[in-house]
């Protein structure tokens, strides 16, 4: 509920990269985990924090501290980055 500015940041940039990029194609989530405790991909992926992954059916790729290295001071390179990882599991 409560997140920094870089957490932020994350989430800002790479909702927008999915919007650019792929419109509809493929859908962005944010779960807040105080407010979601129960939800699954919780769990399943052991999140305790801000993270940043993408997920098509049973691979997923962390890109946290990529992202929190630079959401907030070169977010074109982890939009770039974010294209990278999708692109070849569409």
């Not at 997140?3 to 792929?22: G, L």
């Not at 691979?59 to 929190?68: E, I, R, S």
């Not at 630079?70 to 974010?82: G, Q």
């Amino acid at each position: 509920s409560r997140r920094c500015a870089t957490c932020q940041a994350v989430e800002d940039v790479a909702r927008e990269a999915v919007r650019e990029y792929y419109g509809n194609k493929v859908s962005f989530q944010s779960i807040n985990r105080d407010e979601n405790k129960n939800h699954p991909m919780i769990e399943k992926y052991n999140i305790s924090g801000q993270t940043l992954l993408i997920i098509k059916d049973d691979k997923h790729f962390d890109l946290t501290n990529y992202a929190f290295m630079n959401a907030r001071t070169r977010p074109e390179k982890l939009k770039s980055k974010i294209r990278e990882t999708i692109d070849p599991i569409l």
